[in-house]
DNA sequence: CGGCGTTTTGAGCCAGCTCAACTGCTGTGG
DNA sequence: CCACAGCAGTTGAGCTGGCTCAAAACGCCG
């Protein structure tokens, strides 16, 4: 892979000095020359929307970082039943570490772009490097907390609290503005929204209408969405 | 604290020996030395069903491992709903690592026996040896694992598949026996298994009493619970 | 412009909730 | 040793939020 020498960048990799990843993900504790030799091994590899990156029970050759897009990690019961346990943003690591296979299925929720690193290669850097692992915990410590919230919009809110609280959570991920208002492109069709907040697509599509005829959101071309008060919207998180 | 010379054990701390956390939990890494060093400053208490060990948002002195009992992990909304987002068993590692406060509530749920270690010591200890981290990272994946199990509980079952999942949860951890058939003691009240599973603790009751009516389970004494066929159960989860 | 997949809207139903009464166990005081 | 208070659990009856089934509307692309 290509490298070249600059004043505040030097020995790091091109693809590396623009990558999410490099400022606030994982290789963020990388130094240069792990860098460069961890970038021999990765790939940059897009994908579209609905593509599977990881089956459930079944072993993966490689771990990713999201650059761009969503993914969602599924699980699914015998008869079908699908309920979505995650959603990744880039620059979110991907993979189940220390184990042969994961234990819930990724796949592309947006088209996304993954950077791609074999099993091997990782987990040889990991075992040398105790700051690598340290991050990884850190967002395995964020990704309990995310779930745990979440288990509380399952299991205790109402359907309009369950929207709700979906739009703010998209909304916070998405839209980095610091601003009252907000508006971003929903990287779910109704369906994964169901699936995602244990609800019927019907149920959804009635919760956002709801939203948009109380003026708490505008919605255009099915995906597009406008929150017009942040606040509005979390007052009805429940 | 109290050492005593072995030929197996040379140097461990009396009471490390018999203590689960060190034969699964997270001071199964730690050497003789460590562990010596570490139980200097580790404190061992009891505390009866209902006390509140760590409370959401507020700043925790010291992490535990659970030695005895078990603690239920809850978040709860502004007007009073409560969910339980994990429960912890011996010899599970009990606080949240790298942050200054629980996202969480942790409380007893039955009588319980904590290993107390004060917040600096432990991350000292992990700070010097990659190893603990490394282990503590596993439990943490586990218990992603299993909270995300849970949300598919949450989000996508029946109440009757619920209650059977919550049966089959605590016969696996709380009989250790590989037969067919297993009995425990329940550590929750109806009104805690509630709130685990996301009902009302009157569906609870109705649940149960329909699969004490089917003969895949006996109740004595409103917590004794016999399965007599964990494969039958198991059928009863969806 | 026509066809297909997605979303919205409507109408009726039912699983699980709410409210309420009752049972049974346990501990306490006479 | 019994009466009785208090709490946990059970059971019943009726209601309702979200589901199911069905059809119409919309947006997208050839």
Redesign the interface.
Known sequence: MDTRKDIHNSEVPVLCQSCEARHNGMCGVLEPSELVALSKATRVVKQPAGAELAAEAEPVASYANVMRGVVK?T?T???G???I??LQFAPDFLG????QSS??TAQAASDVELCRVPRAALERLIAEN?AL??R???Q??R???E??????T????TAAEKVASFLYLIATHLDPSKEEARHFDLPLTRADIA?F??LTLETVSRQLSKLRADQVIAIANNRHVDVFDMARLKKRC?
């Not at 399952?154 to 809110?157: E, H, N």
């Open positions: 990690l699980k019961l015998e008869d039943r699908q309920q346990v995650g189940r570490l220390f184990t234990a819930v105790p692992e340290h990884l915990m850190q395995t410590l990704e309990l907390d779930a745990r919230d979440w288990m509380v399952l299991g205790r809110k699936d907040l244990g429940g």
